[in-house]
């Protein structure tokens, strides 16, 4: 049996960024859902995207905002079958979208409000060319082939003007940020909580405690947590400090017992233990591999096999 669910690795992956095109893909897109938010960008074609019961049509210019948890699928227009579909496909964890300014309620909150409020899922190619939204799509996919030092925060800065632009395209429509999203903001729950870990990655972290942000027991936490990520608290936890940790031995000349520190390791023996376990090689090995292949070139950024000729440039 295919289940509609499509595993989400919001540990290793909290944003993906990439081109798809309908002729060297899979396709067409059979209805499933993620928790990603999910922006499309039609770069050729016509596209018929079904969301929650929904259909919408999205031609060349527009976008598409699917929101976390919505079940959806895309085909082609029927208007435009005898075309490749080709669009940038932006997915996030909206719970990384963390920055807001003082007087706003997160991101997050405002996104779950227009989605109750039921606020436009196709936002047309005028006001996508007004809002230069075509610019931040490419920029963030190249950003993430090539993968050059600090390439995360550039995507995260770009899709978080590329949030605040879809907000402001809502507002000229009418939605209204009420206090509905001020009250979303001040409480965590499963979908949540990975921030609250995130941002206390440094500290001795206990699933015991993290139940009790959430309001739960820790024996149902536990079950709702495996069941939405698809493992344990524990394992999430192990799993994101050791992604901080490569992120550090990449891009800083930190020395290991640092890293340990920054990364909430009980000592620097630990730190080294766990990454062997998950990476099948020492921080250090890890770390002089990354540096050998940098010096060769071998990791030099390129056009994805799916990139359109017509974008080439761009990389």
Request: aromatic share 14%.
């Amino acid at each position: 049996m295919k289940y509609l669910y499509e595993d989400s690795d919001l540990v290793n992956n909290p944003f993906q960024c990439f081109y798809y095109n309908s002729e060297w893909c899979t396709f067409p897109i059979a209805p499933h859902w993620h928790y990603y938010m999910e922006l499309l960008y039609i770069l050729n074609g016509a596209a018929e995207v079904h969301i929650d019961g929904v259909k919408y049509i999205a031609k060349k210019g527009e976008v598409v905002v699917i929101h976390p948890q919505a079940v959806h699928a895309i085909y082609k227009d029927k208007e435009k079958e005898n075309e490749a579909l080709v669009y940038a496909v932006l997915k996030m964890d909206m719970n990384r979208m963390t920055l807001s300014s003082y007087y706003s309620p997160k991101i997050k909150s405002i996104f779950k409000l227009a989605r109750h409020k039921k606020t436009a899922v196709v936002i047309d190619e005028q006001a996508a060319k007004d809002m230069m939204l075509e610019a931040i799509f490419h920029r963030c996919c190249y950003e993430s082939e090539k993968k050059d030092y600090s390439y995360d925060m550039i995507i995260l800065s770009e899709l978080y003007k590329l949030m605040i632009m879809i907000i402001r395209f809502w507002q000229d429509r009418g939605f209204v940020i009420d206090e509905a999203a001020y009250a979303d903001d001040d409480s965590h729950d499963i979908y949540s909580i990975t921030k609250y870990i995130d941002e206390n990655m440094n500290k001795a972290l206990k699933v015991s405690e993290i139940a009790e942000q959430c309001g739960m027991s820790y024996s149902y936490f536990a079950k709702r947590f495996q069941s939405v990520y698809g493992k344990s608290c524990k394992e999430y936890i192990e799993d994101m400090r050791i992604y901080k940790v490569e992120e550090l031995l990449v891009y800083t000349d930190f020395d290991l017992s640092y890293i340990s520190q920054l990364t909430g390791f009980s000592d620097c023996s630990h730190m080294i233990k766990s990454f062997k376990e998950r990476k099948k090689m020492t921080p250090k090995k890890f770390r002089s591999e990354y540096v050998r292949v940098a010096a060769d070139g071998t990791s030099a950024g390129r056009a994805p096999a799916d990139f359109p000729e017509e974008l080439k440039h761009l990389t």
